[in-house]
Every structure is written in C-alpha cells, then in structure tokens.
C-alpha cells in the first residue's frame, strides 16, 4: 500500500490546464537555469510553478515576473508543494473555510489537542496574510508570455 505522499503526488493535475509543464522552483541559484529552459517554450505555454515554505510566496512571484509568466491562478499546498492533500486558492474567504471547516484534527491523541487548539485560532483570527506565508507549499498556475 502506497503512503499519502505518494498518493498526492500528482494531485496538482487537478488545477492544471492540459499539457501543463510543472516548474519546481529550488532555492539557490538554479532558476535561472529553469528559466533558461523556460524561454525554449512557445508562448501560451500553461505552467504550473511549485514551491516549499519559506519564501514560497517570494519565488514564486519573482520567478513568474522575471521569466514572463502571466499568473492566472495561486494556490496554497497542504501538507506540501510536492505532494499536496490539500490546494486551497491563495484569496482570504477559501483559506477562512479551510481552517475553519475542513482541516480537521489528526488520529493521534498526542497531538489532537495542541492541532485542535492552533485550528482554532487560526480560524478565529482568519488572517489570510498570515496563513499564506506559513503555509508549507505554494502552486502558481499560469501561461508564459
């Protein structure tokens, strides 16, 4: 039996458009190199960019600009960027309902209360910008220009 990880690998097929080319977006020095490779494509081209916290968010637009990527869609990744349960649209009402209705607290009775607890407070505060950067994944889906 495969793990969740494994399972979800692929989950970011859902918000993809067809023939969408998938971008991991490293830190470091590497995505000039991805951008390079990048300006081989035609122009249209649907890409789909993902990233790990932190500094998601900053890569992500930065990268975007730079190599010419109109951003149509953003997403926030739950438990990761690379294998996503969870894509929630970047946009304050989706992250509201998400922590406040289907994130749910996990099997294990160690962490149950301390998860239920931070729920909560993050549903309560409902602060979007603060969700969106601890957030442990981001995915971008737009078209080069």
């Known amino acids: ?48 960019l993902y990233a790990t916290a932190p500094g998601a968010i900053r890569r992500c637009s930065s990268f975007a600009r730079r190599t010419g990527i109109e951003v149509e869609r953003e997403y926030l ?12 649209e970047d946009a304050p ?3 509201r309902l998400f922590f406040g209705s289907v994130l749910t ?9 301390l998860f239920a607890a931070a729920r909560a407070l993050l ?10 950067r601890i957030a442990p994944g981001r995915l971008v889906v737009g078209r080069l220009t």
């Open 93 to 95: 009402d989706s992250t």
């Open 1 to 48: 039996m495969s793990s969740g990880a494994e399972r979800w690998r692929e989950n970011w097929i859902a918000i993809a458009p067809p023939d969408a080319v998938r971008v991991k977006l490293p830190r470091g020095s590497s995505k000039r190199r991805l951008g390079i490779a990048l300006a081989s494509l035609l122009p249209g081209t649907p890409v789909v």
């Open 123 to 132: 549903a309560k505060l409902a602060s979007w910008r603060g969700t969106r």
């Open 105 to 113: 607290e996990p099997p294990r009775p160690g962490f149950r209360m």
């Open 77 to 88: 990744a739950f438990p990761s960027a690379l294998a996503p349960a969870y894509l929630v």
